[in-house]
Nanobody, 124 residues
Framework: QVELVESGGGLVQAGGSLRLSCAASGRTFGTYPMGWFRQAPGKEREFVAAINWSGASTRYTDSVKGRFTISRDNAKNTVYLQMNSLKPEDTAVYYC?????????????????WGQGTQVTVSS
């Protein structure tokens, strides 16, 4: 298990930007893929983006491609989600998670450690 703490959420107008951070404890951070998920009120938690252990490979859900960028700094045990051109439909609680698989996954079932979440609200 690893402890994950998200930060960087807030209220922003449509078209604006936010950068989420997820700080991880533990020495094995750099060996696992990481992911970002989000959950809007009344909806299931959905995949947003994932990054492999080195940062060389990434994956995104279609609705955020070209707007969001996931990255990681293994020296700082931190993963980031840069969100640009935000839309009201991006409003949700955003969670980072560590994969228990060696490859990136879009399924939340393959992630075994979760942060507490950070609220992102985009006003129209």
């Amino acid at each position: 298990q690893v402890e994950l703490v998200e930060s960087g959420g807030g209220l922003v107008q449509a078209g604006g930007s936010l950068r989420l951070s997820c700080a991880a404890s533990g020495r094995t951070f750099g060996t696992y893929p990481m992911g970002w998920f989000r959950q809007a009120p009344g909806k299931e938690r959905e995949f947003v983006a994932a990054i492999n252990w080195s940062g060389a490979s990434t994956r995104y859900t279609d609705s955020v491609k070209g707007r969001f960028t996931i990255s990681r700094d293994n020296a700082k045990n931190t993963v980031y989600l840069q969100m640009n051109s935000l839309k009201p439909e991006d409003t949700a609680v955003y969670y980072c998670a560590r994969s228990k698989a060696v490859v990136m996954s879009t399924s939340r079932l393959l992630y075994d450690s979760w942060g507490q979440g950070t609220q992102v609200t985009v006003s129209s």
